[in-house]
């Protein structure tokens, strides 16, 4: 992909940076000149993730709880110390959790009249469970939009983008939790980006299709990577024909970043989905 956005002299700080989607992020921003520091609980990935950013130096890495306020702000206070404040945010933390989902798609009748140990249903979803997908989604994004953003307010400039989902269009059925979590990045996206809006930040997030990661390879491919049958639905309903791949959503992302581009772009929530939202199923 040509890259032609220019961020020199950015600094851009990426939650979730060590996972397969954002690390894909956090390698093009470094290519177009930003110093990138890269977020992640698990530090051994984020580390990983910020060696691959180029030229080397560029690219830090960072153990960052993103529902912890004392981490984020220690975090935040170490790189303005490294790379000077940040100018653009990325939310790309979050994810699901086998608690908050069903077995499966319907509740039938019988679910009812002879209950299935191993059946989850509506009835049997576990408010831990779906406390934690929600406070990972969306407090997750709330609680580093705090504690990064106020440097970005002050000097009345600055960018965010939040990971959303095509969950938060249409939920999807089995994970409730998820699909509710994502909406409310969404709804928060727009309500930011009003609140934002006087101060010179720019607010938007992504809404990614489905693309193959290492969380739900294996519940949309077998082991020899055929489709299983809830990823042969998701390809029907998505006119490309195809899963997405990391690299699909940095022309997007690279869009949004770029006042030049964008600077006229705020509260939006953009499908990067080919073509699934659009799609009837008919």
């Not at 580093?144 to 106020?150: I, L």
Request: with cysteine; hydrophobic share 40%.
């Amino acid at each position: 992909m040509a890259l032609t956005t220019n961020l020199e002299g950015k600094t851009v700080a990426i939650t979730g940076g060590g996972g397969v989607l954002c690390s894909c992020m956090a390698k093009a921003l470094g290519r177009c000149g930003a110093q990138v520091a890269v977020l992640d609980l698990n530090n051994e990935a984020a580390q990983s993730v910020a060696r691959e950013i180029t030229p080397p130096g560029r690219g830090k890495g960072y153990v960052c709880d993103v529902l912890e306020r004392d981490s984020l702000r220690e975090v935040n206070a170490a790189i303005e110390a490294d790379f000077g404040p940040i100018d653009i945010l990325v939310n790309g933390a979050g994810g699901n959790h086998p608690k908050g989902t069903t077995s499966k798609e319907y509740l039938l009748p019988e679910d009812l009249e002879h209950h299935d140990p191993d059946l989850v249903t509506l009835y049997d979803l576990d408010p831990e469970g779906i406390q934690f997908v929600f406070n990972l989604n969306f407090l997750g994004t709330l609680l580093p939009t705090q504690a990064f953003t106020r440097s970005l307010a002050t000097r009345r400039r600055g960018v965010v983008v939040n990971i959303s989902s095509m969950n938060a269009f249409t939920p999807l059925t089995k994970i409730p939790a998820y699909s509710g979590a994502k909406a409310a990045v969404s709804n928060f996206t727009r309500w930011l980006a009003v609140h934002m809006s006087k101060v010179g930040v720019r607010v938007n997030a992504l809404a990614p299709g489905f693309f193959l990661t290492e969380q739900n390879r294996q519940l949309l491919t077998d082991e020899e990577g055929n489709l299983r049958p809830r990823g042969e639905t998701i390809i029907s309903h998505t006119p490309m024909d195809r899963f997405g791949t990391a690299e699909d959503l940095i022309g997007t992302l690279l869009w949004l970043v770029d006042d030049e581009a964008s600077g006229f772009v705020t509260g939006t929530v953009i499908p990067v989905d080919g073509g699934f939202s659009a799609f009837s199923g008919v």
